[in-house]
């Protein structure tokens, strides 16, 4: 995926090409996570996530980046970052595995402190887009009233 691309994609669109390069199927995708298969095809692949799925998201698939699927920041694996091995060459580092040959420090080179306050900041998106969901549902809920008022009217004629 294009780095211009990242920034300016929606987290659909990052899901998708995740999805993409862990080759594994949009079904599997939805039956680990839960997420209607209907949700990520189509049309409805315009349609934004809800912070419960990412947030679902993000713990059945640990290694995904929240930076990267929410903002295009960064790498798309949490385990992997590009390290200057010194010599001028970028090398990718699994810091999992332990067995790096380069230095690695630039990679934890934000303060616990920055990292709390982008968690925090994510979490209030999530809140704020929770929100939206519920007054959406609520405004559903309303439109759902009204069409069943409609509908014994109607009954009510016949």
Same mark, same amino acid.
């Given at each position: ?124 998106? @999530? #809140? +704020? /887009? =929770? *929100? &939206? @969901? #519920? +007054? /959406? =549902? *609520? &405004? @559903? #809920? +309303? /439109? =759902? *009233? &009204? @069409? ?11």
């Amino acid at each position: 995926m294009d780095k211009n691309l990242e920034k300016n994609a929606k987290i659909k669109q990052r899901l998708l090409y995740f999805i993409e390069i862990q080759s594994i199927t949009k079904i599997d995708f939805c039956e680990k996570t839960g997420i209607s298969y209907s949700n990520i095809k189509g049309k409805a692949q315009k349609s934004e996530l809800g912070g419960e799925q990412i947030a679902k998201i993000l713990e059945v698939f640990s290694e995904l980046s929240p930076d990267w699927l929410l903002l295009g920041r960064g790498e798309i694996l949490r385990n992997q970052a590009n390290v200057n091995a010194g010599n001028g060459q970028q090398v990718i580092a699994d810091h999992n595995s332990g067995t790096i040959n380069a230095d690695n420090r630039q990679y934890y080179s934000d303060s616990p402190d920055v990292l709390r306050r982008e968690i925090e900041i994510l979490g209030e998106w @999530i #809140k +704020e /887009k =929770d *929100g &939206q @969901i #519920k +007054e /959406k =549902d *609520g &405004q @559903i #809920k +309303e /439109k =759902d *009233g &009204q @069409i069943s008022k409609l509908l014994a009217l109607l009954g009510e004629l016949k």
